[in-house]
């Protein structure tokens, strides 16, 4: 609320980031990625990166043996450019809460 008694609404945090001035899903894209890895859990993020405007996609995949190629391909025939992540984590297991 501000001073004058006005409500806003905000996304929770972490739900979207923009990038190349779209708008990214995170839970759309950790939808898709995670159907192209045999439904492995996966957590998707936005990332600082230096001298670029908005946030990059990162992808935290709970899958040290992941087919990368089938992984890329999926990818590229289901998600436009800029909602694809440029950085890939491979992780023993994906931190849950209960």
């Known amino acids: ?5 006005y409500l806003y609404f905000k996304d929770r945090t972490g739900d979207t980031f923009r990038w190349k ?8 894209v950790e939808s898709i990625i995670s159907t192209h890895c045999d439904h492995k ?8 990166v ?27 025939k289901s998600l436009p450019h800029y909602a694809r992540p440029l950085f890939l984590r491979l992780m023993d297991y994906v931190d849950l809460t209960g």
Request: charge should be negative; aromatic fraction near 4%; charged fraction near 25%.
């Open 21 to 28: 001035g779209e708008n990214v899903s995170t839970t759309q």
């Open 1 to 5: 609320m501000d001073d004058f008694g």
């Open 41 to 48: 859990d996966c957590v998707v993020y936005g990332v600082k």
């Open 50 to 76: 230096p001298h670029t405007e908005g946030r990059a996609g990162m992808v935290a995949i709970a899958d040290k043996n992941l087919d990368l190629h089938r992984l890329a391909n999926g990818l590229k």
